[in-house]
């Protein structure tokens, strides 16, 4: 990782050092899925074969999995497998439960009453990435919430082959149809709808860039599909001091720079010393990871930060706004005031962002690309829409018509004024004179 010293930096250094890989590349990747989507809308399954042929090496195109095909390669998983994915959905579920709201119904004065409800949105689709890894807690992190929500369908897609796991989560959740199709093909697919596949109203999940570009041109496309957020490539920054283990440190950056080689780590820090124990426990601890080919790639994009002091740290953590951020000070949370724009944030020593990904409740799919400054964490709000219901009394309208009236003349909308003068007018008359 190179080391920059942030009060050497000039202010358009400062935002070059912060700009993530994936953009670089932003313009060639944009240009192939825009071609990708509009093939897939024009020609349907007969393109979505020849994608799934050419991406993901599958000869014959098959997209769809029967039911038997799915229990026969769930019911292979072990039994050990089984438990630890049961552990997991059972966390999840608990924390995005808790997240139902009640409806609001209030009074804003007498006889005008506001309501807000939530409905589930009817169809979704979740994107599982399966390129270089299976993410099978990503089915959790996408499923549970979407069954809890009430979501009518639940399409899930995932590149071929997808692994027994994945499908064993996905039998759990409860997912309606399973398709093997991955990158950005497969957010056509669910997004316009082919032959076999059927539209859905919001797309789910995250994914590499050809993904993530695909989410974001189908929501912005009317007769495309709803998107949760990006939700790209995986980074991380840590803010650490002198208290820091750096074997930690450097486990936790590892783990993130694993996902993929345009996935990027940052590490803040105010010690020279901590920064060098880290440089060297990274290097000690690659010599052991399968992936460490991927991890390397993404290292050599990723930087450590020399700060003046940890309130610095802060600063810079919220111009980068991560998706995941790492808090390994002596008093963590003295610094959560501090801090504004992280899709999560993990506090302490003996809270390693794995627990998010996996199993600890809290949902993993973020915000990237420094979306965190505005996007949220994946939750069930997300699978539910919002709507408002009102209803006035003849006495609420007497106490807010003249307002509605004064507004409605200033507006000169005459249609609006005579629509409240009329039932004034009525409940005027029906009132026994004093
Ligand atoms: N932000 C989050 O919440 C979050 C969560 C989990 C994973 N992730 C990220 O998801 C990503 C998963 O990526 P992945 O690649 O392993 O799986 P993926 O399923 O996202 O992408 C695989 C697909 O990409 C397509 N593809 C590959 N090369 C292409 C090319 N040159 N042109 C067009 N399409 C191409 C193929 O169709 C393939 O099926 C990682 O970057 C990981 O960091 C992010
Ligand atoms: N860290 C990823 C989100 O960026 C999620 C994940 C899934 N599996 C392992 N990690
Ligand atoms: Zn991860």
């Not at 399966?130 to 069954?147: I, Q, R």
């Amino acid at each position: 990782m190179r080391i920059v010293n942030w009060a050497e930096l000039s202010p358009q250094d400062r935002r070059t050092q912060l700009t993530r890989p994936a953009m670089n590349q932003a313009a060639d990747i944009s240009a192939t899925v825009l071609n990708i989507l509009t093939n897939i809308r024009r020609e349907g399954d007969k393109a979505l074969k020849e994608y799934t042929a050419a991406f993901d090496k599958v000869p014959d195109g098959k997209i769809v999995l029967s039911q038997a095909e799915i229990d026969a390669a769930a019911d292979a998983v072990t039994p050990a497998m089984q438990q630890a994915i049961r552990h997991a959905y059972d966390n999840i579920a608990r924390f995005h439960a808790a997240q139902q709201m009640a409806p609001l119904v209030m009074e804003t004065q007498p006889g005008v009453r506001c309501e807000l409800h939530t409905h589930a949105i009817g169809r979704v689709g979740l994107y599982v990435p399966g390129g270089s890894a299976p993410l099978v807690s990503t089915v959790l992190m996408l499923a549970v919430p979407a069954k809890l929500a009430g979501c009518r369908k639940v399409v899930l897609c995932s590149p071929p082959p997808i692994a027994n796991e994945i499908l064993f989560a996905a039998r759990l959740c409860g997912v309606s149809e399973i398709y093997t199709m991955g990158g950005a093909q497969a957010i056509a697919a669910m997004a316009y709808g082919t032959e076999t596949v059927q539209k859905v109203d919001k797309i789910f999940g995250p994914g590499n860039a050809w993904v993530t570009e695909a989410k974001r041109q189908v929501s912005l496309d009317v007769r495309g599909a709803a998107i949760d957020m990006p939700a790209g490539p995986s980074e991380v920054l840590v803010i650490a001091d002198e208290a820091a283990n750096p074997e930690f440190v450097a486990a936790d950056l590892l783990s993130q720079a694993e996902h993929g080689p345009d996935s990027q780590v940052v590490l803040v820090t105010p010690s020279v010393s901590l920064a060098k124990a880290v440089d060297a426990a990274v290097e000690r601890q690659l010599q052991t990871l399968s992936r460490a080919d991927i991890a390397r790639k993404a290292l050599a994009e990723s930087l450590t930060i020399l700060c003046g002091d940890i309130k610095e740290a802060c600063v810079i953590s919220n111009e980068y706004a991560p998706e995941h951020l790492i808090v390994q000070t002596a008093a963590p949370r003295e610094l959560l005031p501090w801090l504004e724009n992280a899709g999560s944030i993990f506090l302490g020593a003996w809270t390693p962002e794995s627990v998010g990904d996996y199993a600890s409740g809290t949902n993993h799919t973020l915000p990237t690309y420094g979306y965190a400054r505005t996007a949220s964490s994946l939750g069930l709000a997300d699978y539910q829409r919002r709507y408002t219901v009102q209803e006035l009394s003849a006495d609420g309208l007497k106490g807010l018509g003249d307002t509605v009236i004064a507004m409605a003349n200033a507006e000169g909308l005459d249609a609006h004024r005579q629509a409240v003068v009329l039932r004034m007018a009525k409940i005027n008359a029906q009132e026994p004179s004093a």
